[in-house]
């Protein structure tokens, strides 16, 4: 995003999984991200909002009830999205709102959606994620900057623990923040079994690494002793029922540090 002259709207298509997530914080990143070549994957406000725990990268999404995730997206959700976007953004300049799916807002959360973009506080800014445009009413397509999915869907593959644990070991230790937070952002949905075992394949590996069994893939002794630190705040934050999303947020911010 070279050019600073940014639209408070954007219509991110694309069919809905984590392709379209991914995007969408890429996104959100790029419009949160104050380096000149945002996003640029390195700042605090780019990894935070890769990451998904961006305080003023806001998700609205379907509610999930006891038993199933509603059909739509309510005008309810989108009136509390627009009182919330009249305050201040909490560490950025601006606020980002990700609506996903927008095509399942009703005609009526639409309409509410329609007078938030007519007329924007100045920090707010939206992205309605949608399978295709013709979702979307006319009007609102209207006041939407067209960005691009890259790709559409993009599974993440399945992978055993222990790969999983080694292609992290070898992200960290390539050092790039942007690749880190990325690997990070993409195991957030892991479940609570999967992050307990990664936590443990990780421990494990960097056990036999230190003992000269396995290669280094570049962490260094500092390195091994930092992440060894880092998996058992993994552990202790899985004892106190952190989600994984948030415990890859945590590992996203802290794995190069
Ligand atoms: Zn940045």
Redesign the pocket.
């Known amino acids: 995003m070279a050019e600073k002259r940014l639209s408070h709207a954007y219509m991110l298509l694309g069919p809905e999984g984590p392709g379209r997530d991914e995007a969408a914080l890429r996104l959100a ?1 790029a419009l ?4 000149p070549d ?6 605090r ?2 990894r935070k909002a890769l990451a998904g725990v961006h305080p003023d990268v806001i998700q609205v999404e379907r509610e999930k009830g006891e038993k199933e995730t509603r059909r739509d997206l309510v005008v309810g959700q989108i009136r509390a999205m627009t009182a919330d976007a009249a305050l201040m953004p909490n560490e950025a300049e601006r606020k980002v709102y990700i609506i996903s799916p927008a095509d399942r807002m009703n005609a009526q959360a639409q309409n509410a959606l329609l007078k938030a973009l007519e007329d924007p506080p100045g920090h707010a800014c939206f992205i309605l994620c949608a399978a295709a445009a013709d979702g979307l009413l006319p009007t609102v397509r209207s006041r939407c900057v067209r960005a691009e999915t890259a790709g559409g869907e993009k599974l993440p593959r399945p992978e055993g623990t222990d790969q999983l644990a080694r292609a992290y070991l070898e992200t960290a230790a390539g050092g790039d923040a942007a690749e880190v937070a990325l690997y990070c952002l993409s195991r957030g949905k892991l479940s609570r079994e999967q992050t307990e075992a990664f936590a443990e394949a990780v421990k494990d590996a960097l056990w036999r690494i230190a003992q000269g069994r396995e290669p280094d893939p570049g962490l260094g002794r500092d390195g091994i002793f930092r992440l060894d630190r880092l998996m058992d705040k993994t552990e202790d934050y899985l004892r106190h029922n952190v989600s994984p999303k948030q415990i890859f947020g945590m590992l996203a911010a802290e794995t190069l540090r």
């Open positions: 990143a949160l991200c104050r380096e945002a996003p640029c994957g390195r700042c406000d780019c």
